[in-house]
């Protein structure tokens, strides 16, 4: 899965981004790593995207 999703992630497909980001900031399926986490969710909420801005501020992903 982490390879399809970034795959898409990389064409600017926001559910993608936020999926990965979500796979490295649980550690699901990758090593956690939240700079990845940061960079992804971060590309999906610069896009505009709520769900995206949600788990931005939930997660204080601005830390990393």
Do not use: C, R, T
């Not at 699901?28 to 709520?50: D, F, H, Q, R, T």
């Amino acid at each position: 899965a982490v390879f399809w999703y970034k795959k898409a992630a990389e064409q600017g497909l926001e559910i993608s981004q936020i999926n990965l980001g979500y796979m490295y900031l649980e550690g699901k399926g990758v090593s956690k790593n939240l700079s990845k986490a940061k960079y992804w969710i971060g590309k999906a909420k610069e896009n505009g995207n709520i769900d995206a801005l949600k788990i931005w501020n939930e997660q204080n992903l601005w830390k990393y």
